[in-house]
């Protein structure tokens, strides 16, 4: 039967959700923002991809996640508070489901553990993958890229800390300049040697992943 509804020319991407741990109650959330920009600038319908307990391994995620990534065009891993365990990742590691999973703010290892696999399954399908915030050192992770615990103890020209005493959604407008690489993928894209970002983190990357090419 033809769907009739069915317009194959808008790819579907999907984005991970996060885990909100509130009065006890466990959600899954994802920021408006991220939805209203790539349904503008991007053109695509979007999928919300749901967390994961420790309660399946993680071969058996993966093989969920094979039966519905099949149907996607394309991966995208948002930002978050919460700070990444790169323990996940960890490909030799049993997965277990323990109260101190999420902790507001801190900690989120069921959008880690989603992060986990979904980036190898879109990496066997060879699939597009756009990483943003947590996003992108979740990338760098699975790849084998290190990452700083807390970048507040640095001393650097760049504060990565939301600015105090200013509306949520202001905390995100851009703060600083950086430079794109000229030989890159990103530069033809962007068409400028420069761009004005903000950079709200409190771990860093100090070591990309295996094949991880920096474009800016």
Request: with cysteine.
């Given at each position: 039967?033809?769907?009739?509804?069915?317009d194959?020319t808008?790819?579907?991407v999907g984005?991970?959700?996060?885990?909100?741990?509130?009065?006890g109650?466990?959600r899954?959330?994802?920021?408006?923002r991220?939805?209203?920009?790539?349904?503008?600038?991007?053109?695509v319908?979007?999928?919300?991809?749901?967390?994961?307990?420790?309660?399946?391994?993680r071969?058996?995620?993966?093989?969920k996640?094979?039966d519905?990534?099949?149907?996607?065009?394309?991966?995208v891993?948002?930002?978050?508070?919460?700070n990444?365990?790169?323990?996940i990742f960890?490909k030799q590691?049993?997965?277990?489901?323990?109260?101190?999973?999420?902790?507001?703010?801190?900690?989120?290892?069921?959008?880690?553990?989603?992060?986990s696999v979904a980036l190898?399954?879109?990496i066997?399908?060879?699939m597009?993958i756009?990483?943003?915030c947590?996003?992108l050192?979740?990338?760098s992770?699975?790849r084998?890229?290190?990452?700083h615990?807390?970048l507040s103890?640095?001393?650097q020209?760049v504060?990565?800390?939301?600015p105090?005493n200013?509306?949520r959604d202001?905390?995100?407008?851009p703060?600083?300049?950086?430079s794109?690489i000229?030989?890159g993928?990103?530069?033809?894209i962007?068409?400028s040697?420069?761009?004005?970002?903000?950079?709200?983190h409190?771990?860093?990357?100090?070591?990309?992943?295996?094949g991880?090419?920096?474009?800016?």
């Open positions: 039967m033809t769907n009739k509804y069915f194959a808008r790819a579907v984005v991970a959700a996060n885990r909100h741990l509130h009065d109650v466990h899954d959330w994802l920021r408006r991220y939805i209203e920009a790539l349904e503008r600038y991007a053109s319908e979007c999928v919300i991809i749901p967390t994961i307990d420790g309660n399946l391994s071969e058996e995620n993966l093989r996640f094979r519905v990534m099949w149907r996607l065009d394309g991966l891993l948002t930002g978050d508070e919460s990444l365990d790169p323990n960890d590691l049993a997965w277990h489901c323990t109260a101190e999973d999420v902790v507001p703010g801190e900690r989120d290892r069921p959008r880690d553990r989603l992060s190898s399954v879109a066997e399908f060879d597009p756009l990483g943003i947590r996003g050192q979740e990338m992770v699975h084998g890229g290190k990452l615990p807390d103890v640095l001393t020209s504060s990565h800390s939301e105090p200013v509306p202001q905390q995100y407008l703060t600083h300049t950086i794109v000229p030989v993928r990103l530069s033809p962007v068409e040697s420069e761009l004005y970002v903000n950079s709200l409190n771990q860093g990357i100090t070591t990309v992943g295996a991880v090419q920096i474009e800016a």
